[in-house]
Nanobody, 121 residues
Framework: QVQLVESGGGLVQAGGSLRLSCAAS????????MGWYRQAPGTQRDLVAA???????NYANSVKGRFTISRDNTGNTVYLQMNSLKPEDAAVYYC???????????????WGQGTQVTVSS
């Protein structure tokens, strides 16, 4: 099995910064895409940012220029640097990974447990 463990959420004032981390562990052959999604109460879970194993990134329009996604050298940990935070960024942030557990196997999606980000105005 594969586990995704997130950390780094918390309470911050508007204009402040937070850095989220997500470490994948378990039976991993390779991870293609790792990303961050967020879900505020009463809304759907939406993509915030994603990064491929080759380093290509994709961002939601609402966070471009403020958030930066990156992966470590092992490729199994993903970070989300969030700057200039706004009250509308408040949500539960979920880590996601597209994992292959063996060379010939399918790609499976795994989710972290979520970490709360609260932004005070």
């Amino acid at each position: 099995q594969v586990q995704l463990v997130e950390s780094g959420g918390g309470l911050v004032q508007a204009g402040g910064s937070l850095r989220l981390s997500c470490a994948a562990s378990g039976s991993i052959f390779s991870i293609n895409v790792m990303g961050w999604y967020r879900q505020a109460p009463g809304t759907q879970r939406d993509l915030v940012a994603a990064v491929t194993s080759g380093g290509n990134t994709n961002y939601a329009n609402s966070v471009k220029g403020r958030f930066t996604i990156s992966r470590d050298n092992t490729g199994n940990t993903v970070y989300l640097q969030m700057n200039s935070l706004k009250p509308e960024d408040a949500a539960v942030y979920y880590c996601n990974a597209e994992v292959r557990i063996r060379a010939s196997g399918p790609t499976l999606r795994y989710w972290g447990q979520g970490t709360q980000v609260t932004v005070s105005s």
